[in-house]
């Protein structure tokens, strides 16, 4: 029953796909996958876990570019799974969310995804039922293009990152629910207070504190799940995953953050890092010495160590509460030294929306030609006009980053993707060059630059005490499903209110991310959307079916940041039976 | 007996208009659940009194309705006797951003007679981090009464927390019956440092507290001999899960 649906599914997607997979060339290949509860060791505590083929991470699933594959999924839990390959574009039908694509996978069941495999680059795959992947159902995917990339690399490894909890993904969520703070171990103590009385003064301090104290927000409210372990290919920053090389070569270094809540700054000292994609799509080479992994995204890098000597892959929570940590050497057991991790940023209220970075005409797009210099007056200005009710008597010279002299005098450290004066903007930790957005230019577009034909407003919103996530306000459960009309270019305007970064996740379709540089804008599956800043992508809607739409936090898509999407209309052969979903079983 | 039947009859209807919510909510499973002690303490009298005291509450519920069981209770070690016992059921629900209302049943059952009440709350956290826990009752003899709870965190370091808290209680009018005056008639004024020894499960404190009774009250009290005012020694654990 199932296969034949399948069968026909594919089918169906061979004729709406049309010319593009010639079907002669294609290989098919078979692959299977079991689901199974797993035991995962982080060097720091053990813990039962679920996982793919008895392990967490699950394997290197590689593919070809123009391959049909086959996989056979086996559901040997005792409770519903399913697997969402993420990044990956396909029919909706293949795409793994309980609900919206399929029905989910029971337990004891088999289903096979059949799907052709029309891109190339680096992804991964993880559950999309209930916690199971907080809970380590991940795996990667590394799919080789059928021409070959064009930059030179002469080996290859996967580097996923995980924040591996002590705790179930369930029980996390109920204790957030019940206290949100639970796992913010973080928070400013008198002692803190007393550091700052010392050295902005008592005035200055307590202002800062009664400002806070006003909106009941935290400033050290940048990872909602602390305590948990970081992993680099299962491997703790104790257990050190090692990759070798030779001298001289170059080493591709697929970077993916499959971490349920946590992102990573990261870096490898004594090496720059080429970026050459970001999320499976190939970039302009852009040289660096850190980048900030959200969560979902993906990154390649080129690396080139000359020297017969270890190198530390480091990647340092964003809130910098632990570290993940990996080595590249020449030969297994070589070691290099282990950074201290850099202070722990503190948000601003620039991340609270309350600064002149929220304000309208902050259009990426316009960026590149904007005048940084002139900021300066604009800012204070607006400022005085400003609502100031929450904000009496701050002191704006010792709140940290908004020195607003420091950050407009060095140009490099001006990212548009964080609101002016934000306490997140990420600094290399060797005062060098730190990814953005900005630097990132696609290789060889894949849509053809035309405006696009509506906006769609998302506004990122959220209620961080009662620890309820939404999109204008309006959770999941009580939400419409946003209706998307096949053969439109969408532009979507995303607005976060919060004080929390977003990753936020279109499923089968690609996000074009505006960074001001029209057709070379990059294309991506998660946008990640900084505290008090609006970000615009834009999708070209060539998807028929139903989607997944969400906030790749595990526990705020949970929590109700997520929308169904709809695609209505396309090509016939392709949305038969699409939209009533009956068909399906 | 009777008191225990009227108890579960509260339960059981408390329950049953919850019901609808969670018949909706088991599809998406975001019923929560949590229960908490606040106090869970040995006290140690200036006078040699010794008691054991709790204050706790417990919940499930959606994020829109929660059914809220919160008790409190003084077992007068000496004499094993409660000094105060109540508990009570209600249904909870937001009305902003930090605040929620809620209504229901409260029974108050110590040594002595017993007292029903219909109570509405609410409760909340206040701006600059205070939590507030607040009601109204009307008792079966048609008295009014309130209480306030006040708490407040210091973090020593994010393991060690100083906790000042303070509860009021009020009449509108007295009922002498169960000892009590009209206007404000107790006070209790708590200082508990804390320690995380198991995450936010298990976090063990010392501390005193201070309490007091004012006018009718007081003199109720200093009738049967008690003192109208007593400091104690506390050793506890909050406890949550």
């Known amino acids: ?585 | 007996m009777t008191g225990l039947k009227k108890s579960l009859l509260t339960a059981v209807i408390s329950l049953s208009i919850l019901a609808p919510v969670t018949g909706y909510a088991a599809e998406t499973s975001n019923i929560y659940y949590g229960v908490q002690m606040e106090e869970f303490e040995y006290r140690y009298g200036e006078g040699g009194e010794e008691l054991f005291a709790f204050d706790g509450d417990a919940f499930i519920g959606t994020d829109e309705l929660k059914l809220r069981w919160e008790g409190s209770g003084e077992l007068d070690l000496n004499v094993n006797r409660f000094e105060s016992l109540s508990n009570q059921i209600a249904l909870q629900t937001p009305i902003s951003d930090f605040w929620d209302i809620k209504g229901g049943i409260r029974y108050s059952s110590p040594q002595g007679p017993d007292r029903w009440y219909a109570a509405v709350g609410l409760s909340g956290l206040a701006p600059q981090w205070m939590e507030v826990d607040t009601h109204l009752f009307l008792s079966e003899k048609g008295k009014l009464s309130a209480d306030l709870d006040i708490e407040y965190e210091i973090l020593l370091t994010n393991y060690l927390t100083l906790t000042p808290s303070a509860n009021i209680e009020a009449a509108f009018s007295s009922d002498r019956e169960i000892g009590v005056g009209s206007g404000i008639n107790s006070v209790e004024a708590g200082l508990r440092l804390s320690y995380d020894v198991w995450d936010r499960i298990l976090s063990p404190y010392v501390g005193v507290v201070y309490e007091r009774k004012f006018g009718q009250t007081a003199n109720f009290v200093e009738a049967e001999g008690e003192s109208a005012d007593i400091w104690y020694a506390v050793i506890g654990a909050k406890l949550m899960f």
């Not at chain 1, 070959?148 to 990152?161: E, I």
């Not at chain 1, 600064?355 to 990426?364: I, L, P, Q, S, T």
């Not at chain 1, 990212?415 to 730190?434: C, M």
């Not at chain 1, 005490?465 to 459960?477: A, D, L, P, Q, T």
């Open chain 1, 1 to 585: 029953m199932r296969i034949s649906f399948m069968q026909k599914a594919c089918l169906g997607l061979a004729m709406a796909a049309g010319v593009a997979l010639l079907p002669s060339l294609s290989v098919a290949k078979t692959y299977n996958l079991t689901v199974d509860k797993v035991m995962i060791d982080t060097g720091d505590f053990q813990k039962e876990g679920i996982g793919y083929n008895g392990k967490s991470p699950g394997p290197v699933l590689r593919f070809q570019e123009g391959e049909d594959v086959t996989i056979n999924v086996t559901n040997n839990l005792d409770e519903s799974t399913s697997i969402h390959w993420h990044g990956l574009i396909l029919p909706f039908q293949m795409d793994g969310v309980p609900k919206i694509s399929f029905p989910g996978i029971e337990p004891g069941e088999t289903f096979t995804y059949k799907f052709p495999i029309v891109q190339s680059g680096t992804y991964w795959f993880h559950s999309h039922s209930g916690f199971q992947e907080p809970d380590g159902a991940y795996g990667s995917i590394v799919i080789e293009p059928e021409k070959r990339d064009p930059f030179r690399f002469d080996k290859d490894y996967v580097v996923q990152f995980t924040d591996t909890h002590p705790h179930s993904g369930k029980r996390i969520f109920r204790n957030l629910k019940m206290s949100a703070d639970y796992y913010n171990r973080q928070q400013q103590t008198l002692g803190d207070f007393f550091s700052d009385v010392s050295k902005n003064g008592f005035k200055a301090t307590v202002d800062d504190r009664m400002a806070w104290g006003d909106m009941r927000m935290m400033p050290t409210d940048i990872e909602d799940v602390q305590g948990f372990t970081p992993l680099i290919n299962g491997k703790g920053p104790e257990q050190n995953w090692t990759g070798l090389f030779e001298p001289k070569e170059r080493i591709r270094l697929r970077f993916i953050n499959s971490s349920a809540m946590t992102y990573f700054d990261v870096r490898i000292p004594g090496l720059q890092m080429t970026v050459v994609a970001a999320d499976g799509n190939n970039v302009q080479p852009v040289t660096v010495d850190e980048l900030r992994l959200g969560v979902a995204e993906t990154y390649d890098v080129i690396v080139r160590p000359m020297d017969d000597k270890a190198y530390t892959i480091f990647g340092a929570s964003m809130g910098r509460t632990a570290y993940a940590r990996a080595t590249l050497a020449p030969r297994q057991g070589m070691v290099a030294e282990i950074p201290e991790m850099t202070k722990a940023p503190l948000l601003t209220m620039a991340d609270m929306g309350m600064d002149h970075g929220n304000m309208e005409g902050m259009d990426h797009s316009n960026m590149s030609g904007m005048d940084h210099s002139s900021m300066k007056d604009m800012d204070h200005s607006k400022m005085k006009s400003m609502d100031h009710s929450n904000m009496k008597g701050m002191d704006h010279s010792s709140m940290k980053g908004m020195d607003h002299s420091n950050m407009m005098g060095k140009e490099q450290e001006k990212d548009s993707f964080y609101a002016t004066g934000s306490g997140l903007v990420p600094t290399a930790a060797n005062g060098g060059k730190f990814l953005s957005y900005a630097d990132l230019k696609a290789q060889k577009p894949l849509y053809e630059d035309r405006d696009a034909t509506r906006e769609i407003e998302l506004r990122l919103t959220g209620n961080m005490e009662r620890y309820i996530w939404s999109i204008n306000g309006v959770k999941y459960e009580d939400a419409d499903p946003v209706i998307l009309q096949y053969g439109e270019r969408v532009r979507f305007k995303f607005v976060n209110e919060t004080m929390m970064t977003h990753p936020m996740h279109l499923h089968g379709m690609w996000s074009i991310l505006d960074v001001g540089a029209g057709k070379w804008d990059p294309i991506k599956h998660t946008i990640s959307v900084a505290p008090g800043t609006t970000v615009y992508s834009e999708t070209e809607v060539d998807a028929p079916g139903q989607w997944a739409f969400h906030c790749h936090l595990s526990f705020h898509m949970d929590a109700g940041m997520f929308r169904k999407i709809v695609v209505e209309g396309g090509p016939k052969s392709a949305s038969i039976d699409l939209i009533g979903n009956g068909g399906l079983q």
